[in-house]
Structures are given as structure tokens and as C-alpha cells.
């Protein structure tokens, strides 16, 4: 505990977040400025280092396929996207692009390319990819229309720049309900982890993350009344995410409406405050049946002279991604579970969350963060649900308008409902034994620390 506070007094004291910023996404990421080039180099690298505080497992009394991971760290507790140590430097991110109007438009066709070749969940199928790839049309008054793969219009976190995110990592209801992992069935002859709560499919994650992304087509626009602005956005994709092609006949439909306020200023450093709300609906295919997806929110933003403040709830039906169980690097072996991906089919499943945030940028070049954020996952059930809360101190240090440098502290916390096994018999006692185990794990969860630069070419 004093270690902790004294790293997060440190991470206080240099302040070194990302820049706050709030702006119309729809404008700024999906159309180019009057006079805008047709060809233009940009992008952005984000090299970092992550040390996790947390300590191997110990104290597991049963059953044996689960006590042989005694000894091993945990997954939360290691470097993502490898997930093979508490500590690694890697090139995070790496985005080269190239975007500008196409010649003898008269500026009413634009094009946005961006690709990925760092270390992160877009590259987990290929070392080199295209995480953006649009052209938008802008001829009808009210209905501007991008084709291609982009940004869905979801949250506030999913909607903008990562490379002028106000952290280094995203909110844990953010990237578990929007961040989407696709799976498909997984059987094995090893031993696995008995589920006594309610049913979960055994699965195996394929492809990249959807890195909040998609393929489709998208109707927005922004109408300015004054200092008063308005903005929609309403986009039908496969659901397949950074995949050209579809996996079944079905289409997702997002939409999000916001309102914003604005005191001044332009681009991402634009000062005002905003409301939106926001919706997600579409069915995946799971071992030749449908599922419902279903995700929605609303949220808030405020930014004025160097002051932030922000907050979003969403929630998810159906398609609720688990993660490993149990959660460790598979130890091999004939007796020791063999760690399998979980999901929550069915829209009887349920989870949602929340994060609030603040930000002070006290000094021309140091800006002080604050976050809260909570997930509650599978809600429906109180033998599955899981509660993740993490409080994370920040900063950042400006030391040009393209180079930055970012440090935060996370202090993260899980937990699982774990009621007494006296007088239990049967499932009961299983159940609550399962639970005990959940929370020994549970209890390894460290806290983090991340350091990043990132300088932004263009």
C-alpha cells in the first residue's frame, strides 16, 4: 500500500496524461478542411513501457485442473496484447496514413487511409493492416455519406483519435462491451473449468479486435445554430469488424445523436460542453445460431480553460465476451484445466458500467487526470458477475504540439460475490467454492503502471 501511494502521488505530481480534448469526431476524423491537399502523409507512433505490480497466484485449494496454476501469473497481470510478462517495452502503435480530397471534386470527395504496424489487438492476425480505409461523399445538404472502414459511432472513447486520447488505456467498459472480440465455436478433449452459473460457450478468439471499427456505410452531418451544434451520425456495417467480407446475412445498425455547446476554439482543443446518447443493435453467428448484440449509452463532456470534465454509461445484451478461464497461459499437461474463452451468448446476459473523469491543465505544458471506471459484468447472474473498478492518476508533459510524453497509474481491483460454504451442500457448495477460487484470483490483480510517448507526423 505505501508503495502505491507513493507511485500515485509521483504520477500526480508530474502530471503526465494525454491532452484533453472535445470536438464534433464526425467533422474532424471524416472530412478535410476547405482548401485541404489531395494527397497528405500523417500519422502518429506510440512507443511504451508497462509494469504490472501484481504476484503469481497462490492459494488455491481445489479442484486439482485449477490448483496447478498456483505459481502462474494471471493474464491481467501481463503486458497486452503478448501477455508473457509483468513488464515489456514495445512500439504500441504505429499508424502511417495518407488522406486528401480527390482532384476535380471541387473538395466534395475525400479519402482517409491509416494502416497498423505496431504491437497491439488490430495486429493480432497480421503484422501489417488497414485499420481505416474510407471515401466520403459530401454533395447532399444534411447527409453527408462515408463508405468503407471506419469508426462506428459509439461512446465518446471509441469515437475519437487514439493518438489524442485523455489516457493510455481505455475505460474497462469501453473496451470489454465495444472494443469487440470475434469467436467461434472451440471443443477440446483436456480437462477444462466446470461453469455451474449460467451457460457459457466455449470458444477461440479469431482475427483482430474491431478496434471500435467496422465496414459499412455512414450517414452524418453537423447544422451550427449560432453557438449551438448538432450532430448525428447513423451507420449500417457487416459486424464482422476489420474484415471486408461478412460472416452472415445480418447488418449492424449504430447511430448516435450529440448537442454541443460551444465557447470557442476549433479542432480537437475546441472548448464547450457536450451531450450524447447512443445505440448499437446486430446478431452474430455462433455455431450456426443468431445472437442478439445489443449496446447503448450516454454520456458528457465539458472542456473550458484548462478544465475537464466527462462521464459515460453504457450497457450490453447478449455477445458478452469473458475471456480466458481460467485466466492464465496454458500450463499443458493432461490434469491442469486448459484455459478456454468463454462468451455469454444469449441477450438474457447482461453487463454495464460506467467511467467519470477530470482533467486540470494547471501550467502550458503539464496537464493533471483523474479517472474512475467500473464494469459489472453478466449482472443477470450473481454467481457470475464481476465487478472491475480501477482508479487511474495521470499526466502528461507537452514537450512540442507533435511529441508528448504520458504516464499513468492504475489501481485496479476485482471482484467476485463470494458467500460462505458453511451449510452448503451439492451445486451450492461448488458454486461457492468456485467462488472462493474466483476471488483468490481475483485478488492477484495488481495495480499499473504505463509510460508513453507519442509524436504525431504529418
Known amino acids: 500500500m505505501k508503495q ?48 504490472n505490480e501484481g504476484d503469481a497466484v497462490s492459494g488455491i485449494s481445489a479442484p486439482p485442473g485449477l490448483k496447478a496454476y498456483n505459481g502462474q501469473t494471471a493474464l491481467f497481470n501481463q503486458v497486452a496484447p503478448d501477455q508473457n510478462s509483468r513488464d515489456q517495452f ?86 470489454n462491451l465495444l472494443n469487440e472480440r470475434f469467436v467461434t465455436p472451440y471443443s477440446t478433449t483436456r480437462p477444462t473449468s ?23 456505410v455512414e450517414v452524418y452531418d453537423w447544422f451550427n445554430r449560432g453557438k449551438w451544434e448538432y450532430a448525428y451520425g447513423v451507420m449500417l456495417s457487416n459486424g464482422n469488424g476489420s474484415e ?48 442478439n448484440r445489443e449496446r447503448e449509452g450516454v454520456g458528457f463532456k465539458y472542456l473550458r480553460n484548462g478544465l475537464r470534465f466527462s462521464g ?47 482533467g486540470w491543465r494547471f501550467a502550458k505544458k503539464w496537464e493533471a487526470d483523474l479517472r474512475y471506471d467500473r464494469l459489472n459484468r453478466l449482472t443477470n447472474s450473481a454467481f457470475d458477475e464481476r465487478k472491475f473498478t480501477t482508479w487511474t492518476l495521470g499526466g502528461q508533459y507537452f514537450y512540442s504540439p507533435k511529441l508528448r510524453f504520458n504516464l499513468n497509474y492504475e489501481i485496479r481491483k476485482l471482484e467476485a460475490p463470494a458467500p460462505g460454504t458453511k451449510g452448503l451442500t451439492g451445486t451450492a457448495a461448488q458454486q461457492a467454492t468456485q467462488l472462493t477460487d474466483a476471488n483468490i484470483i481475483g485478488n492477484s490483480m495488481g495495480n499499473r503502471i504505463s509510460v508513453q510517448m507519442t509524436y504525431v507526423f504529418n
Not at 494525454?18 to 497528405?40: D, I, M, V
Open 244 to 291: 471486408f467480407s461478412d460472416n452472415n446475412s445480418s447488418k449492424d445498425l449504430t447511430a448516435r445523436l450529440q448537442a454541443a455547446y460551444i465557447f470557442g476554439g476549433k479542432g480537437p482543443l475546441r472548448e464547450d460542453v457536450m451531450a450524447y446518447i447512443w445505440h448499437q443493435g446486430g446478431k452474430r453467428t455462433f455455431s450456426g445460431v443468431d445472437y
Open 90 to 175: 514495445q512500439i504500441f502503435r504505429a499508424r502511417p496514413g495518407i488522406r486528401g480530397v480527390i482532384p476535380g471534386t471541387d473538395g466534395q470527395i475525400n479519402y482517409f487511409l491509416l494502416g497498423e504496424i505496431g504491437n497491439n489487438g488490430l495486429t493480432r492476425k497480421d503484422p501489417a493492416v488497414l485499420s481505416d480505409a474510407t471515401v466520403t461523399f459530401n454533395y447532399i445538404p444534411g447527409a453527408r455519406i462515408r463508405i468503407g472502414q471506419g469508426r462506428l459511432p459509439l461512446g465518446e472513447e471509441a469515437m475519437q483519435g487514439v493518438q489524442l486520447l485523455d489516457y493510455i488505456n481505455y475505460s474497462n467498459v469501453t473496451d
Open 4 to 51: 502505491t501511494i507513493r507511485v500515485a502521488l509521483a504520477a500526480t505530481m508530474l502530471g503526465c496524461a494525454q491532452l484533453a480534448s472535445a470536438t464534433n469526431w464526425f467533422e474532424l476524423q471524416n472530412n478535410e478542411a476547405p482548401g485541404a491537399p489531395a494527397f497528405k502523409l500523417w500519422g502518429f507512433i506510440q512507443p511504451q513501457f508497462v509494469h
Open 312 to 358: 459515460e454509461y453504457m450497457s450490453g445484451k447478449g455477445m458478452i465476451f469473458i475471456g480466458p478461464n481460467p485466466p492464465f497461459n496454458d500450463i499443458g499437461g493432461t490434469t491442469a484445466f486448459e484455459p478456454v474463452n468463454l462468451i455469454a451468448l444469449a441477450d438474457s446476459n447482461k453487463a454495464d458500467g460506467y467511467y467519470l473523469d477530470t
Open 194 to 216: 466446470p461453469i455451474l452459473g449460467v451457460p457459457l460457450a466455449s470458444s477461440q478468439v479469431v482475427g483482430a479486435v474491431s478496434g471500435y471499427r467496422d465496414v459499412g
